[in-house]
């Protein structure tokens, strides 16, 4: 059931951001880019955003912008995670990761590109108000930037084959994948035009909840099939990875990950039945194979 959501939701990401490129002129990048975001991975940062966005009883028209542009800066992000310089993996996706097809150079560049047009896609003509626009672009900027994904990215390497406590390993995670999740859902409270208060109490359940999912990756790291992953897995021991599970074990972490999910689910449940798809996601991510 879920896994049929997850494919509809994709192909309609996809589907948009063919038509989008399609569009533009094509560049020597055009390739490499879609090679990067189009056809690949479950795209569940679309789907938590569609999620939400039944929750607040918004119209997806109005949210597919949105769902495109962060599918874009979380594409970049793996592109430029698999390289050398960074984790260097040579499968992303159940294929060739990205400077293994085209070359780092290449790789580099279609990764900056597709981060850049995120903000193409959001500032440019859509269902949003330019108000909406403005807040939008200045919340991702913080989720992509230093303060977000590419800080946490930085604190992850820098931890390796260092002895980190919890409080330095969970900050560096919600950094590293939870700010794009606040982005999913806080941007969605945007365009239901919600109050500064509930805002920022949005952006911290996406937290909690990319923290889940940075969690489950980590458990699927250890117990995970490469062939479901896409990608090889126990790799984060031998690559000295500060994670909860190398810190305190599996089964002391896969405990802090269940409590962690039934906080989620609490705040959640007290939305009735609006909140059921996003209910169904949060239960996926933790029991996930891929
Ligand atoms: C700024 C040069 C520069 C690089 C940035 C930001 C960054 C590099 C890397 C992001 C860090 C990263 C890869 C975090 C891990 C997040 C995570 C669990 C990724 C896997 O996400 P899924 O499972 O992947 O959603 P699919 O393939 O399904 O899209």
């Known amino acids: 059931m879920i896994k049929k959501k997850l494919i509809y939701n994709a192909k309609k990401v996809d589907r948009f951001l063919i038509n989008y490129l399609k569009k533009q002129k094509k560049s020597l990048l055009s390739s490499p880019m879609k090679y990067g975001v189009i056809s690949g991975g479950k795209k569940i940062r679309s789907t938590i955003i569609f999620d ?14 949105v769902c495109a542009a962060v599918e874009c800066i979380h594409s ?5 995670d698999d390289l050398p310089c960074m984790d260097n993996d040579s499968m992303r996706r159940g294929k060739a990761s990205t400077h293994k097809k085209f070359g ?28 909406q626009k403005n807040e939008i672009i200045n919340l991702l900027s913080h989720c992509a930037g230093h303060t977000g994904i590419a800080g946490g990215q930085e604190m992850d390497l820098q931890f390796e084959n260092k002895k980190k406590n919890l409080n330095q390993i969970l900050n560096m995670q919600v950094k590293k994948t939870g700010k794009l999740f606040n982005f999913c859902i806080q941007s969605t409270g945007i365009i239901a035009n919600k109050d500064k208060r509930t805002k920022i109490f949005l952006g911290k359940l996406g937290e909690e909840i990319g923290l889940l999912f940075q969690l489950a990756d980590d458990f699927l790291d250890i117990k995970g099939s490469k062939n479901l992953v896409g990608k090889p897995t126990k790799k984060d021991k031998k690559k000295g990875k500060s994670t909860l599970i190398n810190l305190m074990g599996y089964k002391k972490a896969y405990m802090y990950a269940d409590k962690l999910k039934k906080k989620i689910l609490i705040k959640l449940k007290k939305h009735g039945k609006n909140a059921k798809d996003l209910i169904d996601t949060i239960e996926f991510i933790l029991e996930r194979k891929f």
Do not use: C, P, Q, R
Not at 52 to 65: A, D, P, Q, V, Y
Not at 76 to 80: E, P, Q, R
């Open 52 to 65: 939400t966005g039944k929750l607040f009883k918004i119209k997806e028209k109005k949210l597919i912008s």
């Open 76 to 80: 970049y992000s793996l592109i430029h």
């Open 104 to 131: 780092e150079a290449t790789a580099v560049l279609a990764g900056n590109s597709l981060l850049t047009l995120a903000f193409e896609i959001i500032s440019g003509k859509n269902f949003l108000s330019l108000s």
